[in-house]
C-alpha cells in the first residue's frame, strides 16, 4: 500500500486527533522509494524523509490478523509496550524515529540501514556462513544490544537472520524490538508471536518466557551463521518442538577447528530446559566469543563482503546474472502464502488481477455488443483493453461494469421506468464498493465473475460454485458472503439487461429476481464462501498447533455438497427428470470447485486479504 493513501484531513479538522488521523498526518511527510519486504506480518518501505531529505525505512504492520481480531484492550496494551520497546536507543539497536497507528495498521518509522539482513548476507556468500571473526563481530553488537534491553526490562522474542542488519561500515544492529508481542496480540502466531526456528520450547509453548528465551534464540541465529543450517526450522511449532527435543548436531561435527568455549557456549544456549541456559545474555557472550575471534576484523570482513555484493547488485541492473539475482532464488516454503506465495509476494494480487480482468474482459464484451458500439476485432480489442485496466485495478473494473450495465438500461428503458431499479442498484452496489469493493481486490474479482459468467452461460446459479469458493479462499468470511449476497443477483438482472437489449423497468426488474430458487441459491452460495473462509482460518490455526488437515479436507468436501444442493435448488419441480448433461455439468462444477480450494491453499496459501487502512 503506498504510505500517502491514507485519507487526508480536511482544513477545518480538529487539532485533537484520532489515531488514523495523526498516522495521516504524519506519513503525508514521507514519499516511498521503494518497497524492500512484505509478507503476512508487515511490509518495509524505504520513504524519502520530505522534511529533513534523508532515508527512513516504514514498517507497517497489521493489527489484526485473518484468523481473528484481538480485543481492543489487549491490542492497546501490546501497543504501547511495542512503542515503549522500539523506542530504546543503543547503538546496536535500530533507532526508532517515530510510532503511529490507524485502526487497521501500525506504523514503525526507523532509521535507515544502508547494507543488507544477515539473512541476505548468509544467502549471497559462498557457504551461506560466518567466518570466525565475523561471528565474533555480530555475537558482540547482538550481546550489548540485547543485554542494553533486559536491562531496561525488554524482551526481543523474535531474534531471526532477517531482523539482524549490517551496514556497509560493518556496523551491526538489531530491529524490530517489542514487534513480537505486537505479533502476538494482533492474532500472528497465536500467543508465541517469535518465528518458528528461531523461538526457545516455551515460547512456541505459549508459555512464561523470560531473558533466556532471548539467549535460546540468539544461540539458534548464531549456530546457523556458523553451521550453514538453521537447526530447528520446521513447518509447524510441533515440528521444531521435536527439533529441539532432539538436540543440534554437535557444532564440532561441522566446524573442526571451532573453540571448544564456543561449542560449550552454543549447547547450552540451546537447551530444551530453560534452567539449563545460561541466565543472561552478557554470559553467554562472554563465553561463546572469548577465542572465537577478532570482532573488529569481522566487523571489516563484512563492510568488504556487503561493498562486494552491493556492487553486484548495481551489475544486475544493467541485466547481468549476479550475486544478488542468484540470493532471491533462495526461498522457503511458508505454508501461510504457499509454493508461490512464497516465491513471490505478488502473486496472490496477480491471481486476483487475472481473474478480475478476465470477467472484466467477457462481460465488457456483451455489453458493448449489446449497445452496438463495436463489432468483431474492434469488439475483441476494446475487450482485451479493458480488461487489462481491470486486472490492474479490480476496483476499477467492478466500477466500469456496473457503468455499462446502468448505460445501457437507460438508453433503451424510458427514464421512468428504468429510474427505480437503477437507483436501487446503484445504490446497493456503491455500499457494497465503498465497503469492500475498493478496498479488497478479490471481493471486486468474484463480483465481476458472477456477472461474466452470468454473460456467458446464461445461468447465474449452476456455475456460481468456483467463484463462491474462491471468494471463501481469498477474502474473510463477511465480505466473501456479501459479494455472493450482491454480486449473484446483480448477475441475474446483467443476463435480463443483456437478452432484452437493456429493456428493464421495474416490472421486469421485479420478474427477473422473483425466484425463490435464485434467492435461495444466493443464500446457499454466500454461506458456503463464508464457511469455506471460517474452515481455512480453523486449518490455519490448526496448523498452528499441529492439528493437521482435517478443516482443509472439510473445506474441500463442502463445494460437491453445495453444488448438488444449488441443482435441486434451481430445480426443485423436475429434480428427477433432468436431463443427465445438467447433472454431469453441476457434478463437474462441484468437482473443478474443490480442486480450486486444494490448488488455492497449495499455491496461495490460507491468508486473506485485508482491507487498507483509511
Request: net charge negative; charged share 15%; glycine share 8%.
Amino acid at each position: 500500500m503506498p504510505l500517502g493513501s491514507l485519507g487526508r484531513r480536511s482544513a477545518g479538522a480538529s487539532r485533537t486527533q484520532a489515531p488514523g488521523a495523526t498516522a495521516s498526518s504524519l506519513l503525508r511527510r514521507y514519499r516511498p522509494l521503494e518497497t524492500r519486504a512484505t509478507g503476512g506480518f508487515g511490509s518495509v518501505e524505504v520513504c524519502l524523509d520530505t522534511r529533513l531529505q534523508r532515508r527512513v525505512a516504514i514498517k507497517r504492520i497489521p493489527l489484526s490478523s485473518p484468523m481473528g481480531t484481538a480485543p481492543e484492550s489487549a491490542r492497546d496494551a501490546a501497543l504501547a509496550e511495542a512503542r515503549t520497546a522500539s523506542m530504546l536507543q543503543h547503538p546496536n539497536i535500530v533507532s526508532v524515529i517515530d510510532f503511529t497507528y490507524d485502526s487497521a495498521y501500525a506504523y514503525l518509522v526507523m532509521e535507515y540501514i544502508d547494507g543488507m539482513s544477515l539473512e541476505e548476507f548468509l544467502a549471497g556468500v559462498e557457504g551461506n556462513s560466518l567466518t570466525y571473526d565475523e561471528a565474533a563481530a555480530v555475537a558482540d553488537a547482538l550481546a550489548q544490544a540485547l543485554a542494553f534491553a533486559h536491562e531496561n526490562g525488554v524482551l526481543h522474542l523474535d531474534i531471526k537472520p532477517a531482523n539482524v542488519l549490517i551496514d556497509r561500515n560493518g556496523h551491526i544492529k538489531l530491529a524490530d524490538f517489542g514487534m513480537a508481542t505486537l505479533t502476538s496480540a494482533a492474532g500472528f502466531g497465536g500467543a508465541r508471536g517469535g518465528t518458528i526456528g528461531y523461538m526457545a520450547p516455551e515460547q512456541l509453548r505459549g508459555e512464561v518466557v523470560d531473558e533466556r528465551s532471548d539467549v535460546f534464540s540468539l544461540a539458534a541465529v548464531l549456530y546457523e551463521a556458523l553451521c550453514a543450517t538453521a537447526p530447528f526450522r520446521a513447518g509447524t511449532p510441533a515440528d521444531s518442538l521435536k527439533r529441539i527435543e532432539k538436540g543440534v548436531i554437535y557444532p564440532s561435527n561441522l566446524l573442526a577447528d571451532i573453540p571448544q568455549n564456543t561449542e560449550d557456549a552454543l549447547l547450552c544456549a540451546l537447551a530444551p530446559n530453560a534452567d539449563d541456559r545460561p541466565a543472561t545474555i552478557s554470559g553467554f557472550g562472554d563465553l561463546f566469543g572469548a577465542h572465537l575471534g577478532n570482532a573488529r576484523e569481522g566487523r571489516r570482513s563484512l563492510a568488504r563482503i556487503i561493498a562486494r555484493l552491493t556492487a553486484d547488485d548495481d551489475a544486475e541492473e544493467s541485466g547481468g546474472e549476479t550475486t544478488r539475482a542468484r540470493r532471491d532464488r533462495v526461498w522457503e516454503l511458508d505454508p501461510a502464502q504457499g509454493w508461490l506465495g512464497s516465491r513471490t509476494n505478488r502473486a496472490r494480487a496477480l491471481v486476483t488481477g487475472a481473474v478480475a480482468g478476465i470477467s472484466v474482459a467477457g462481460a465488457a464484451a456483451a455489453l458493448l455488443a449489446a449497445l452496438g458500439l463495436a463489432e468483431g476485432a474492434a469488439l475483441a480489442a476494446a475487450a482485451v483493453a479493458i480488461g487489462s485496466a481491470a486486472a490492474i485495478a479490480p476496483a476499477i473494473g467492478s466500477a466500469l461494469v456496473v457503468t455499462g450495465f446502468v448505460m445501457l438500461v437507460l438508453g433503451a428503458t424510458p427514464i421512468v421506468g428504468a429510474l427505480a431499479p437503477v437507483a436501487l442498484t446503484v445504490a446497493l452496489v456503491a455500499g457494497w464498493w465503498y465497503a469492500w469493493g475498493r478496498t479488497l481486490p478479490a471481493s471486486s474479482a468474484v463480483f465481476v465473475a458472477f456477472a461474466a459468467l452470468s454473460a456467458v452461460t446464461g445461468d447465474p446459479v449452476l456455475f456460481c460454485g468456483p467463484v463462491a469458493v474462491f471468494a471463501g479462499c481469498a477474502l474473510p468470511a463477511a465480505p466473501a458472503a456479501a459479494s455472493c449476497v450482491l454480486g449473484i443477483p446483480f448477475a441475474r438482472l446483467f443476463q435480463t439487461a443483456l437478452a432484452t437489449g437493456g429493456l428493464l423497468d421495474a416490472a421486469d426488474a421485479a420478474s427477473s429476481l422473483a425466484h425463490p430458487a435464485l434467492w435461495s441459491s444466493t443464500a446457499l452460495a454466500a454461506l458456503a464462501a463464508a464457511t469455506t473462509a471460517l474452515l481455512l482460518d480453523r486449518h490455519a490455526r490448526n496448523l498452528q498447533n499441529s492439528r493437521g488437515n482435517a478443516m482443509l479436507i472439510a473445506a474441500s468436501t463442502l463445494p460437491p455438497i453445495m453444488v448438488v444442493l444449488l441443482l435441486c435448488l434451481a430445480h426443485p419441480v423436475e429434480i428427477a427428470s433432468l436431463e443427465t448433461h445438467r447433472i454431469a455439468i453441476a457434478l463437474g462444477v462441484g468437482a473443478l470447485s474443490s480442486i480450486i480450494v486444494c490448488m488455492y491453499v497449495y499455491a496461495l496459501g490460507y491468508l486473506r486479504d485485508l482491507p487498507e487502512g483509511d
